[in-house]
């Protein structure tokens, strides 16, 4: 192996994200009179699970509006768009692509007028036999609008209609394989469903006077204050309209398959999903990391910020060595930046993260990181620290290494962005420029999070696959 | 005294800032090619000086170019028109208006073209005597563009350019009274200069080829990768050109007057000003505050993200009352933000920081927070405290009560605005909704800081002004 | 009949067309290099068959590109966009709404992908069984995309598509009622195609290196130095392709039905269409006008610009009343206007047409007007000519009166709009405020043409339907 | 001579306008509660002298507001714009740039704030002694704003205002040589004035309830439905306020300088300007050519829309030949157009006019134009007209050749643009490939005016110029 086999650091570290990206976030709600401003709000706590689109579909029992957007939801709306989505009825989405291109029409929700009556859906997780279910619907004639798997469910959906709409939902969802919390609507009636083995999350909860909301996580409940009732099930449909809420089963395996990664790195710390809550366990997998690593030998905790905020607090204090917040964030690092010119390549790195010299010259720093991808970010930033007069650099890793690719709704799908599928632990390290490197141990990781029985889908980190993806499953989008 | 004399809360807690707003930010570079690109850099490290309005203003020894715009440093400019700010030397400045209203044409660097030959001008401070010079100017014939203070400074220099640019300098600034942190440049010239009292930073740093960096904080020294040469003196003014820096000196009074403000919220803790760090300075006031309130009988030590972290950080680790970020950051909050509708009046709060209920419920919680203005935004954020739980809720603040107003290019120009300046610190406690409430003494900010003698204007918190306003100080806009 | 019973004049008499609108042009280009920038210029030219919206889809015989938007064709292009649109095959579209409310996704030419297969459509016409087609696609699972009439051709054409391209369109267009004049496109093949009846226009030309143009006016190939070929037959397809071109009929009636408005207002008169000279033609109804009211008495011949420019040269001529220009167009008159406040009501009128005091004073004033459908606009212009100062005003038509609606494709569709469906001409005179007014015979009209044998439709004028629309016509967009 | 010497034809023969551009328009409103909605319309009709750039100052005697942009007055304004101009008082201007450059800073009316008081000032003319008055008030200390040679008013007019506005604009405008109609404003006063000569036009108007108006042409008196009362005289400066309206005059030389092209080309037809009807100047131009050139030989008259159109019809009267409209316009030509690509390059030509072919095959042409100046324009067309089939092609132009550069405002102020300045009549001809060329003589236009005693600048066609430039004059814009 030689060093050329590494990835080269990307010129502009800002651009790409100093982590991997979630697919989707979902939010509805039933019953209240301003549904869409509330959906707003919703989106607006979910919106750390996807940034490149955003959209809102309200319906006032008659008449169905919507509005969607590349963009931040701050960006896609606007008072006087809320305003023009009328009625009691709303769902909302953010969007971060991972199948079916970066463009507006691939915006959700997604909304068809059939026979007169619309339909509209929101799809959190990505589907393993898209593009088979698709060739043999056009195979009957049906045109695909867009080149989302999520397209599929609508087609599935109309040609079961005439039986009603919890049957046909019964009947087309099975035939979906993969990963889905799904939030629809139609004119009258709010839907969840979530597939049978419940990788993304999805929950119910309820606001003072009564509406019912649908959301990701529960800290879009919390922003609207409305009250956690329960999570929506592996392999349930919930229908909401004016009779309340129903509830319909799909067959489900004995198994679930939580995504663990959400409480690593996706859901917000304020965030109870499955069950728990997302802080303590990240704060359990800090503590954990000082159990397993208790020779480390540093004298600064360093946390990279935010996202190893919480395992840090629990190293620190687990390992008695002193927390420093020692790398400064500029709050206003906008998504679109200036590349710097040729002879200026390096400064970039500083812009979003800037060390404090002081906290750090002399020092045996030990940093605390939610996870590594493609290893490059941190590449750059211990640099900084170098620069800054560090004097021994370690790193702890709340979770094992990445070595598998997703298939059910995270954007590393293929092996060649995982560093640590090709190198060992030790190659990572001197990739990173490190004079340690630890990661977690996945049965250190998985008891952390105190689940019994544990029920993740680990697939990531050691390569068991859950729901086994078709073979041409990478050829969706270059297809449709 | 009745309850309605306090300020009632703001009905989108938003907007408001969580803090009171610095005049400006100045950034100049010398003798290199890319000077603009550089210049850019420099105003993103100093966006949290003013996020009003950014421009650059660049020379390549003939030729001048500009670009001005409101909004974000990266909102304003983009590759092209970085691309188009050709030349060696440059000025950019960030502003949030403290005179002139809030409009394009009062963006800086303020640029006019005098017999054929630019000048421009980046101003950080506020003049205490800029209507009555610019009365006097009118009355001789000159022509206002703006209704900035810092522009009487330009009529003023163009009377004297005869006597060539340094003379000319040395005539006019002494007229100006108040504070200033000046950037200027011609074609072929930067100057920087400082007011005699020395109220807001400003520094000299360098690149490795040689080039001159000005600056308002070191930590876009940092960014640029500049080393920091020194600070612009009280009363110094230098000129810089293809024959090296030259400095030249007004008369100054004995006492300076550095604004002790900047270590306690406006300056980057990554910045050393005055010549001291402020992350350090930071740190060692919430030491302080442990050492003035020991008997807090709190079980968790909670800041306000991020401005509460660094005092934070040092109470904790002095009182050993554990730290938690229990109030969790959006970090997608646009500064545009859509108003709920009236029913849903109290979602706002929640929108930027959610706190993290198992963190907090039944909890003895002490805030650590660096300053109360209004009192208004500390309100509301309690109150989502209460409803989370906590069990009693103590607040520290790292520095005395704000009791009088600021002429010196701080926002809280007035008393009204100042809820300690009517208040007793138990009136302020029972608004904001705390159990206890304790600032910091006056000595112990002082002594905190390390200074020896101390040096700072401390007006703000006793009412002792150096430089007494002109009467008519708070007519200038209006007038203009 | 009372006075009421007239339409109220419009309030903003600019925004209201001086005419009726056109429903769309179409234009394509198959085997020049250019062919996205040749079809932007069509477009150009054709752009007073709609101003809507714009598009133009692409192909290199590997990818297809496209791009729409609403506006004119000079407002939706730049060179940038053209340059994106890249290959030897291009479709082009320029729309007025007349089924399919006025949004961009209903801005033509359509595209779809169909297992992986790109097809392009754009359609001039108007269907007049679109809603019993789609409900009956619907029923067997077929989801549409837009409230177009013009996607059931789609839908039904990629049922038959395993029979080949050419047979496809033999089966499916047959199915289609009404008015059609069709661009289609694949990635490698252009197609256009004509209803049996012939209403609307449409041609082929080609260019000096052989390349094929498909058009809807001739004035098209005129701009692109395209030689005019001949017309695509009523009930003909042809395929062009790296073959050349291939013919196809469908089954057809014996007569014929092309829009005789099409030579009184639609098309533009230095255009050719079903085989003769514009310009000539309405020149020719000018002199018929002056053959059929020998006795008008007046001193002044003056045409409504632009429209009735040329009938106005054929009257004048005609019976030697000189022609004046006594209406002067202001240029610079935008689409967008801005409503005068309610005190300045009356402004808008003479914002477009302002007329020349010194011609009209005192004199017996002849207007030629195309043709009258509402009246409104004629009576505010009316209204300006007599504070002119015109002694008496005279007005002739060169068409009958309007009495019937447009099922084919013009967007008088309802009586109601048609002030001669309801009113005598001695109520239209009085109405629009005219010392006498009278219309061409309709048989002055077709012998005008000098046709042999006439085949037009003629059905706005004596209701005699070519087609009859199916009951549900006017629901159509409604149900969509 | 060689052919080279000739300009060689742009490429795109759209951009570069028809003919010369006009320097400005100036329209004001004293005493309506609507006036800036009014000033709005005025714009509206004066945007043939100005494109580039609108704006309009209103008041209400307290406060003033302001807007200006880049663009049509339909661009520039929108209802909210005008809603936020408040008051009784309002000036506006259009601008087609002649000194300073074409930047937003440069949109007139210029605005700005002495001693709290706003002086506005819209200027139509060109100065000729603008950049000695700019040097001279820069040396007792004067900054000025922008690169228009109008801002010297504003800097003269302040040092003299402690003597009253009247007096002071009898002390200062004086002081101002070449061309000048301007309109001012202060918060209670508008103001006319008009250069000693009246190279351009300006008047008063009245509208029904007793408001004053100020136009550069009667059209836009017409729009709003003002009376027009009477011309600012030459020297003369009036003042309107409460009070009424002051007549104020400077002293005046005994000639006066009307411009001539005026009548030729800039002013609307349907206006009134020096107190005779331009329509039917422009008429008589066309009589007049018919006696000086009885022997054309010609089929047809074709006159090049819609600027020869007038003096075409006067000509076909006259002389018998009948008058055929062959070139058809495409009005929807926006003034943004993609460049052909290079294989396309001769396809602008026919974009904004397309020659009916039926009407000019095989036709001997007499083309009335009315007026040439740099000869490509003429050039292309006249290529279409060969393309088209004509047997024979003659021009005549009803004006003498172009031989001089104008000072005054208009935008053909070097020789070098002028094709006659350096080409005899044949040459011309030549160049533009025509088979004969002929030119109204100066005695027969000046003698078409029926002007009795002739008052005219006629320096673009004889040299004899009624101010002598500076000798620094071209310099203006590169020295500011």
């Given at each position: 192996m030689t060093r050329q086999a590494f990835p080269s650091p990307s010129p502009c570290p800002l651009r790409p994200a100093e982590g991997p990206k979630e697919a989707c976030g979902v939010f509805g709600v039933y019953g209240h009179p301003d549904a869409a401003n509330l959906t707003y709000f919703g989106l607006y706590a979910l919106q750390h699970r996807g940034q490149e689109s955003a959209g809102i579909v309200a319906s006032n029992g008659r008449e169905i509006t919507d509005h969607r957007g590349m963009g931040l939801v701050s960006e896609v709306f606007n008072t006087r768009v809320i305003g023009e989505l009328k009625g009691h009825l709303a769902l909302g989405h953010v969007r971060y692509s991972t199948t079916g291109s970066s463009l507006l029409k691939n915006a959700q929700p997604f909304l068809v007028s059939f026979g007169g009556n619309p339909i509209a859906l929101g799809h959190n997780g990505n589907l393993t036999n898209a593009l088979s279910l698709r060739r043999a619907l056009e195979g009957s004639g049906s045109i695909f609008q867009t080149s989302m798997d999520s397209e599929v469910f609508v087609h599935l959906l109309v040609r079961h209609l005439k039986n009603g709409l919890a049957e046909a939902l019964l009947r087309c969802l099975p035939q979906a394989q993969g990963a889905y919390s799904l939030g629809m609507m139609t004119k009258d009636t709010l839907i969840g469903a979530r597939d049978p083995y419940g990788f993304r999350p999805l929950c119910l909860g309820r606001l003072e006077g009564g509406a019912w909301v649908l959301s990701s996580e529960t800290c879009a409940l919390d922003l609207v204050q409305a009250e956690y009732v329960r999570d929506v099930e592996p392999g349930e449909i919930v229908l909401i309209d004016h009779n309340g809420l129903s509830s319909h089963r799909m067959e489900t395996p004995k198994r679930k398959a939580f995504c663990i990664f959400e409480y690593v790195?996706?859901?917000?710390?304020?965030s109870n999903i499955f069950g728990h809550n997302v802080y303590r366990i990240r704060k359990r997998f800090g503590e954990r990391l000082a159990d397993e690593f208790?020779?480390?030998?540093?004298?600064v905790t360093m946390p990279f910020p935010d996202s190893g905020n919480y395992a840090g607090l629990g190293f620190g204090e687990r390992s008695g060595i002193p927390l420093e917040i020692g790398m400064i964030r500029?709050?206003?690092?906008?998504?679109t930046f200036i590349q710097p010119s040729q002879s200026l390549?390096?400064?970039?790195?500083?812009?979003k993260l800037n060390p404090v010299r002081e906290v750090i010259k002399g020092k045996r720093v030990v940093i605390i990181e939610d996870s590594i991808i493609r290893g490059t970010t941190s590449r750059t930033r211990i640099k900084t620290l170098r620069d800054a007069g560090a004097k021994e650099i370690h790193m702890l890793v709340s979770c094992p290494p990445h070595r598998f690719p997703c298939f059910y709704g995270i954007d590393f799908s293929t092996k060649g962005e995982l560093i640590a599928a090709n190198h060992s632990v030790e190659e990572v390290a001197r990739f990173i420029g490190l004079d340690s490197l630890g990661y977690l141990s996945l049965e250190g990781m998985v008891a952390a999070t105190g689940f019994d029985p544990p029920s993740f889908c680990l697939a990531c980190f050691n390569?068991?696959?859950p729901v086994a993806p078709d073979h041409d499953f990478s050829k969706f989008e270059m297809e449709c």
């Open positions: 790195y996706f859901a917000r710390p304020d208790p020779d480390i030998g540093a004298d500029n709050h206003y690092v906008g998504r390549r390096d400064l970039g790195v500083r812009i390569g068991d696959y």
